[in-house]
């Protein structure tokens, strides 16, 4: 069993354009405010205008940064990556950013994201001769800008955009620019916004640039060319946005922090619009409504608000287990969900219980955290989601797992109940969560439909790359 049934976002990236200030530890703290994004490897990659460094590990932003190896990472243009895997192992060798020494100069490159015809994209460089050392499309995405036409770093990105195909946000280091890019999709966010100090950072999140004290926060369009600068950005609308967006309904659901915002929407009040939503759709008599600790919190707020319901905590999060690269004992590993989750009695002890959580995946840790509840000595449990079944996997950067591995595609909601051993249980639909979010298009929900927005190949496997290098 494992220690956590929930998807995967690929990474979280930041780029910085500050001239004279400490550029290195200013992506520190805004990768840390990104480390929820991804948890495997970091690292950040700066220029000073004549040489780009470079410093990245396997491991958390804190384990991998520290005085002696931030010091030498001195300019004035950085970007930085927190990497979860979807192309590619978790391994040193596909850890972010890449950096690289081209006929133009320095090249580094942090991607969010997975681009679904990677492995045609590969095949082709590998044909033309270019080596290539790790097994991610985020290195494919770097060569190909190393060997682009055009006169300038922005004429390379707009020629070379066409050819991607799937969800990327990018930040680009050269040699005397930082570019931030986004598919013409929009499937991943990207946020730019100016430093107090003059300069600009853009950041998968704009909770990391606030972090950094940015003001004037807008999103990077899909299809657009971002350069961060002194004064006022340099915009390039390189592609034009795609006919239908497809931003990712689960930034909202799960992702993203609370105090995120994107597309014009707060996070955390979709969040408790989407709790509101479960009550409209599947009341239940209860006598507290308890989140699943961390993102349920503001849905079973709006649960609680909308169902005259009294909310309380259910649940004590241990927040560090699942940061900790030391494996369990068999022993400790036989406690699957209690190693990250005690139950507080005296809020459950004789109570009609309401669950809410906002996914369910595998669906390996529902059913211990109703058992948990039980124990502690819960009437009944009414397990609540604040997203449909996700029945299909995702291609483009979130690791949801295969057919095979999602409970949602080879159970019925009634057999899942029973599986899960919940009184009743029940998922928001597809119409009530885009209530919540307050659209009716421009968002993918693949994972929930099976309709992808563009066309894939649906044999493609998370590490399909590695069959040479070890």
Request: net charge negative.
């Amino acid at each position: 069993m494992t220690l956590d049934d929930k998807p995967h976002d690929e990474c979280g990236i930041i780029g910085i354009y500050a001239p004279n200030e400490d550029v290195a530890r200013m992506a520190f703290f805004g990768l840390h405010a990104l480390q929820h994004r991804g948890q495997e490897a970091a690292g950040i990659a700066v220029s000073d205008g004549v040489t780009a460094r470079l410093h990245k590990d396997v491991g958390l932003v804190t384990q991998i940064f520290h005085k002696h190896n931030l010091d030498p990472l001195n300019g004035h243009f950085a970007i930085g990556h927190t990497r979860y895997s979807t192309t590619g192992s978790s391994s040193i060798r596909n850890a972010q950013p890449f950096l690289i020494e081209t006929q133009f100069g320095p090249l580094g490159v942090a991607h969010n994201g997975n681009l679904v015809n990677a492995a045609e994209l590969r095949r082709e460089l590998l044909q033309r001769g270019v080596g290539l050392s790790s097994s991610s499309d985020s290195e494919v995405m770097t060569m190909m800008l190393a060997g682009a036409a055009g006169d300038t770093w922005e004429e390379r990105i707009e020629n070379t955009m066409p050819r991607w195909r799937g969800a990327y946000s990018l930040v680009v280091l050269t040699r005397e620019s930082v570019f931030a890019v986004r598919d013409p999709w929009g499937f991943r966010p990207l946020s730019v916004g100016r430093l107090p100090s003059g300069g600009h950072a853009a950041a998968s999140e704009s909770g990391a640039l606030r972090t950094l004290a940015c003001g004037a926060i807008r999103e990077v369009k899909p299809g657009e060319i971002v350069g961060l600068s002194n004064t006022a950005l340099r915009v390039r609308q390189a592609v034009p946005p795609a006919q239908q967006l497809a931003r990712c309904t689960f930034e909202h659901i799960y992702f993203s922090r609370p105090d995120s915002f994107w597309d014009g929407l707060h996070t955390h009040e979709v969040r408790q619009r989407l709790g509101r939503e479960l009550v409209r759709e599947a009341p239940v008599p209860a006598d507290v409504v308890i989140p699943v600790p961390d993102s349920s919190v503001p849905a079973a707020i709006g649960y609680s608000q909308e169902a005259g319901i009294p909310y309380n905590d259910g649940f004590v999060k241990n927040r560090y287990i699942g940061r900790t690269f030391i494996q369990p004992t068999d022993s400790l590993r036989r406690q699957g969900v209690a190693l990250k989750f005690n139950a507080l009695e005296e809020n459950l002890r004789g109570k009609r219980v309401v669950m809410i959580d906002d996914s369910i995946v595998r669906g390996n840790t529902a059913g211990p955290l109703v058992k948990l509840l039980r124990d502690a000595g819960a009437l009944e449990v009414h397990m609540r989601l604040t997203c449909p079944p996700i029945a299909h996997p995702c291609f483009m950067g979130v690791d949801m797992g295969t057919y095979e591995e999602l409970i949602a595609h080879h159970m019925t909601i009634d057999e899942m109940r029973d599986h899960i051993d919940c009184d009743t249980l029940h998922f928001l639909s597809v119409e009530g969560m885009m209530r919540a979010i307050g659209r009716q298009a421009g968002y993918c929900n693949a994972c929930f439909t099976g309709v992808y927005p563009i066309d894939l190949d649906l044999d493609r496997t998370k590490t399909g790359f590695e069959t040479a290098i070890a």
